[in-house]
């Protein structure tokens, strides 16, 4: 179906090119839904500090109105990622 870029600012690693993105797939199964509004295709990533892992790509997904699956071994991570997309849920339910 296609791909989201996740641009950030700063390089996460570096070899032979500067790995300044991450990328996400959007996959479709049967007659999938179309969303009201398409998201961009390329979305700009605060940096964070590093302080916690982000929750950009499950919060894309959940305003894509799309099902998403994430995986956090470490339960503070876990607990600080169901707080962001509860929040920017009740963001978008007040929009």
């Known amino acids: 179906m296609g791909h989201i870029i996740f641009r ?8 032979f090119v500067r790995y300044t993105h991450e990328t996400a797939y959007l996959l479709a199964k049967g007659d999938a839904k179309l969303p009201r509004q398409p998201t961009l295709d390329v979305i700009n990533m605060p ?14 997904a959940q305003r894509l109105d799309r099902d998403w699956l ?9 607990a600080a990622a169901s707080r962001r997309l509860a929040y920017w849920g009740e963001r978008r339910a007040a929009a």
């Open 47 to 60: 940096y964070s500090g590093n302080k916690m892992p982000p929750t950009q790509k499950p919060v894309a």
């Open 70 to 78: 994430g995986m956090e071994l470490d339960e503070t991570h876990a």
């Open 8 to 15: 950030k600012s700063y390089a996460s690693s570096a070899r």
